[in-house]
């Protein structure tokens, strides 16, 4: 089976960070990109920013631009994403995704995998 593994969501006040990572299996090495999107409560699922493997081109969403950055291990076959001055909107479960396409996309029907989902909660 394939499998993404996020961590690091937790509870932090306004103007934190927080670091997420997301760990593949081994079935995933072969993944050219990988994205984070998150789903606020009541709210449908969106785009937050992906990395694409070799290249090292990075695309983030208009709402986390300069706030938040994706970055990855290659030993460790981990990507990261790293969340700076946090808002309360950005209160989510936020998810990894891999995409076996070279091409950046920010719609979750081109991912292949999909993590179980790590809850970040941010506090006034």
């Known amino acids: 089976q394939v499998q993404l593994v996020e961590s690091g969501g937790g509870l932090v006040q306004a103007g934190g960070s927080l670091r997420l990572s997301c760990a593949a299996s081994?079935?995933?090495?072969?993944?050219?990109?990988m994205g984070w999107f998150r789903q606020a409560p009541g709210k449908e699922r969106v785009f937050v920013a992906a990395?694409?493997?070799?290249?090292?081109?990075?695309y983030y969403a208009d709402s986390v631009k300069g706030r938040f950055s994706i970055s990855k291990n290659n030993a460790k076959n981990t990507v990261y994403l790293q969340m700076n001055s946090l808002k309360l909107e950005d209160t989510a479960v936020y998810y990894c995704?891999?995409?076996?396409?070279?091409?950046?996309?920010?719609?979750?029907?081109?991912?292949?995998?999909w993590g179980q989902g790590t809850q970040v909660t941010v506090s006034s």
């Open positions: 990395i694409a493997w070799n290249s090292l081109r990075t």
């Open positions: 995704a891999a995409d076996e396409t070279a091409i950046i996309s920010i719609f979750e029907y081109e991912y292949d995998y």
């Open positions: 081994e079935r995933t090495f072969s993944s050219r990109v």
